[in-house]
């Protein structure tokens, strides 16, 4: 996987945010302050046009610009949690030029150790880990079983749209949504949702590429 299909990754990312915008808000609207969609639209936008504007030159690269850019764009608790995993995913690559699976499995399990750092939400807390936790471990698993990068990319995926479902049951323990107590419980998670979509984003970027 070349810089091309993470860079592919991240436009597609931005394009599927957009589409999907006022769905995250709606569910940001039921058990939060109605941002998610706008906040997110907002940074991928930005990330699409410092992408554009000066095209970095690494699979690595191309994650720190994105992880940088959302930190510096996106108000809300999803700007630093998003590009503090974005900014751990491209350290983690390092500089190398063709990112095979085993360094991806890496990238996405820092990606996630850097969102428990900063936000310290553990599974079942119905956030964003949710669906990042199962989804990197299920990943991490199929390769290290020597799975092809189809299977295991939809394994990840699979593993992230079941933890996004699961979050609707979850009464929410961190973020804005722990507010409402029991009253979380019965609405999926914006972050959740918006982190699936971000990774069947990867899936289609790397299976679309020749
Ligand atoms: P805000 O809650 O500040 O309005 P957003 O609406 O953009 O920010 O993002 C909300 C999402 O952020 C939640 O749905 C949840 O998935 C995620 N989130 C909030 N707090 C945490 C945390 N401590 N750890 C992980 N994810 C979190
Ligand atoms: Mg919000």
């Given at each position: ?15 599927v ?38 095209p ?7 994650l720190?610009?994105t ?9 809300g ?19 190398t ?9 890496a ?104």
């Amino acid at each position: 996987m070349d810089t091309d299909v993470f860079r592919a990754w991240i436009t597609d990312i931005a394009t599927v945010i957009r589409e999907q915008r006022d769905h995250l808000t709606q569910l940001d609207a039921a058990i939060g302050d109605a941002d998610h969609g706008a906040n997110l639209d907002r940074g991928f936008t930005a990330v699409a046009a410092a992408l554009e504007a000066d095209p970095p030159a690494s699979p690595g690269a191309v994650l720190t610009l994105t992880g940088r850019t959302l930190i510096s764009k996106v108000g809300g608790a999803s700007g630093p949690l998003y590009g503090t995993a974005f900014r751990r995913a491209g350290k983690s690559l390092g500089d190398t030029s063709d990112v095979d699976l085993t360094a991806l499995a890496a990238a996405l399990e820092a990606a996630l150790g850097g969102i428990q750092q900063l936000g310290a939400a553990k599974e079942g807390d119905k956030t964003m880990v949710d669906v990042l936790a199962p989804a990197t471990s299920a990943f991490s698993k199929a390769v290290a079983e020597g799975q092809s990068a189809a299977d295991a990319l939809g394994a990840l995926v699979a593993a992230a749209q079941a933890g996004a479902e699961a979050t609707v049951s979850m009464q929410a323990l961190k973020g804005r949504a722990s507010y409402l107590g029991p009253r979380s419980v019965g609405h999926e998670d914006p972050g959740a949702a918006s982190s699936a979509l971000i990774l069947a984003a990867l899936r289609d970027a790397v299976l679309a590429s020749p």
